[in-house]
């Protein structure tokens, strides 16, 4: 694979410079080195990318959540995260090359141009002395029995196939008079009160154990947002769960996400619960800078994304708000 070219090369190189050295530094505190084999089952990639990931001299750019995942699973240093993200998003910028086919080739899917009748025989092939209905003779020669007889069958087959799409039509609509279930109801797109807390849990890893750790920081637990929902970070939700009644069994379900959640205005923006709006704004491909200030920048970014969502454009992270952006995360992953 060639290396890729323009201002952001340098940006591609040192990303894979600083994910090959949490590799090599992953060997500590008794812990052996992962082989690039087992770590690339655990990204869920094949080897052959990863390889490129962490090679310097030929390097492939890794995409921010494949980055994210390598610094929580590797246990990289926390004051590498926002070098590596800022390197990745850099990287990820580089223009796509052209490809080296010519663009105006006909594409493989189009249908070649039939030729007309007039087409069909050059005009050379007349001869010179031929009346006009000669011409048209040869232009447009009668149909043959043969073709006659499969335009019909055609046809027939047509009124066919519209018997049997009408019978089912009728079919599905008697069904829908009877309590079965509605075509244009399984077709309807879910609305925001069809959103659903997700379940956060020991072994979780990236955005949800991130998500929690942050909020349970705006709760004043000292917990370290590693991106890894770990014994700590139980521990931490047991003891929020205690304090308010809830059953301590250090799963984050609805009513532990009722509770850890705080609503963000203009009037009350705690830094580590900002940090967990922005962290998830930005997750959902809403451009947010994650500085735990609530700017107008993070304002606007709140509103686009609630008016995306069907939401009130309201600027405020009220429940309904962080429901639909947890839902509007990518694929859970749990070691």
């Known amino acids: ?29 008794g812990r052996p080195k992962p082989t690039q084999q087992s770590l690339a089952g655990r990204l869920g990639i094949d080897q052959t990318t990863l390889s490129r990931y962490l090679n310097p001299r030929h390097p492939s750019t890794a995409p921010l959540r494949t980055v994210e995942l390598l610094h929580t699973v590797l246990r990289a240093p926390a004051a590498d995260l926002p070098r590596a993200r800022a390197l990745a998003e850099e990287a990820a910028a580089v223009p796509a090359r052209k490809s080296p086919h010519p663009s105006d080739a006909t594409p493989a899917d189009a249908a070649p141009a039939e030729p007309t009748p007039a087409d069909a025989a050059p005009a050379d092939a007349a001869p010179a002395n031929a009346a006009p209905a000669d011409a048209a003779a040869v232009v447009a020669p009668a149909p043959r029995r043969g073709a006659t007889h499969r335009t019909a069958l055609a046809f027939l087959a047509v ?15 008697h069904r829908d008079g009877q309590g079965g279930p509605s075509v244009a109801a399984a077709a309807a797109p879910e609305g925001p009160a069809a959103s659903r807390w997700p379940l956060a849990r020991k072994g979780d890893l990236l955005w949800k154990a991130r998500t929690v750790q942050y909020l349970l920081q705006a709760h004043g637990h000292a917990v370290e947002a590693d991106g890894d929902f770990g ?35 203009s009037h009350n923006d705690p830094k580590q619960a900002v940090v967990a709006l922005q962290y998830l704004l930005n997750n959902t491909g809403t451009a947010t800078d994650i500085t735990g200030i609530f700017t107008p920048s993070t304002t606007r970014s709140l509103d686009t994304f609630q008016r995306s969502r069907a939401l009130p454009v309201t600027g405020v992270a009220d429940p309904a708000t962080w429901r639909a952006l947890l839902a509007s995360q990518g694929p859970a992953i749990h070691r």
């Not at 940006?11 to 090599?24: D, M, N, P, Q, Y």
């Not at 196939?161 to 089912?168: K, N, R, V, Y």
């Not at 939700?237 to 532990?256: E, P, R, S």
């Open 1 to 29: 694979m060639t290396g890729p070219t323009g201002p952001d090369r340098e940006a591609v190189r040192a990303l894979a410079e600083l994910l090959r050295k949490w590799w090599e530094l992953s060997a500590r505190e």
């Open 231 to 265: 014994a700590a970070t139980a521990a931490a939700v047991k003891t929020f769960q205690a304090a308010h009644g809830l059953l301590a069994d250090g799963k984050v379900g609805a009513q532990t996400w009722s509770h850890l959640i705080i609503r963000i205005d």
């Open 159 to 173: 009124l066919t196939l519209g018997g049997g799409i009408g019978l089912g039509w009728s079919a599905f609509a």
